[in-house]
């Protein structure tokens, strides 16, 4: 008869020691999840192993890529800079005995460093035949207001209104100190009427260079005022080789009557000044911009 040590029941019912508890049952069963780690362990590591081969290659083949063809950053684009559109303060049309319309328009330019050589703009004029557009331009310096003339205008029919679209600004940097630049001083203007066929009206005027450059052209707008100080007729003239500090006369003639009664004359001088290279090398920059409208 076998004693209980041996791992059969006593009769007592005493229970002797599980399968996992006899050493070659536990062997075998260790050693069988081992083997079945084994394939997955090694295929962690073969993965890891390939990733790191990845990131050492792909590093060096980045690297030479680099040394090959380095980083070259584009460039910096230049900021456009906050340029204020040229506002139309006022206009007027004329009308005189002979068909023609005058069209006068007071303009600013509220940029203190940007002038145009070339300012484009369309005025629109409406009347029995419907509107109808005539084109022109003008020149401005900066921080400047002036006067823009369109003369001699003729249609089919009878016109009533004129109306000024600015349609394009070709901006050039100068700088804030060009407007001084160019002084030129009216001096002791006169309207004369004449109440002559063919020369109804005269204005005349003297003109001072007071700047440093010589001027090949000064063009001149004259403007009669009412006593309420409203326009009430234009006319224009100008002056050819104004030398620096020298002073020369001009002469503005109207063909036909002036309506209403002269109380004042305003005289406006100006030079296009922007072709003239002694004067770009003084006050001129390097940035131009054009603005559509």
């Known amino acids: 008869m076998m004693d209980a040590s041996q791992g059969f029941p006593d009769p007592g019912g005493v229970k002797g020691p599980s399968a996992l508890q006899r050493p070659g049952v536990f062997r075998f069963y260790y050693s069988g999840i081992i083997k079945l780690m084994n394939p997955a362990i090694r295929l962690g590591k073969q993965l890891i192993y390939l990733a790191v081969f ?113 349609k394009s600004i070709d901006w ?21 009427p004449l109440n002559q066929p063919g020369v109804y009206a005269k ?17 001149i707008v004259v403007v009669l005022m009412d006593a309420n100080n409203e326009p009430i007729s234009v006319n224009t ?11 020369r006369g001009f002469e503005a003639v109207w063909t036909s009557p002036v309506s209403g009664q002269v109380s004042r004359v305003v005289v406006e001088a100006n030079a296009n000044v922007f072709g003239d290279e002694n004067f770009i090398k003084a006050y001129g920059g390097e940035e131009r911009f054009q603005q559509m409208y």
């Open 203 to 219: 204005a005349r005027s003297d003109v001072f260079n007071d700047s440093g450059f010589d001027l090949n052209l000064v063009d």
């Open 172 to 192: 050039k940097k100068l700088n804030p100190l060009a407007p001084a630049g160019i002084s030129l001083t009216v001096r002791n203007p006169v309207f004369v």
């Open 237 to 247: 003239s100008e002056i050819r080789t104004v030398l620096s500090k020298t002073n």
């Open 54 to 166: 990845l990131f050492v290659v792909g590093s060096i083949c980045y690297l030479g890529y680099r040394w090959m063809f380095p980083y070259i950053p584009p460039p910096t684009p230049t900021p456009t800079p906050t340029i204020n559109n040229i506002e139309i303060i006022s206009s007027k049309l004329f009308s005189s005995a002979g068909g023609d319309y005058d069209f006068l328009a007071q303009v600013r330019n509220p940029n203190a460093d940007f002038g145009s050589p070339e300012v484009d703009y369309e005025v629109t004029f409406t009347g029995d035949a419907g509107p109808e557009t005539r084109t022109g331009s003008f020149y401005i310096m900066p921080g400047q207001t002036k006067y823009v003339v369109l003369m001699m205008q003729r249609f089919s029919q009878p016109v009533t209104e004129a109306a000024m679209k600015i």
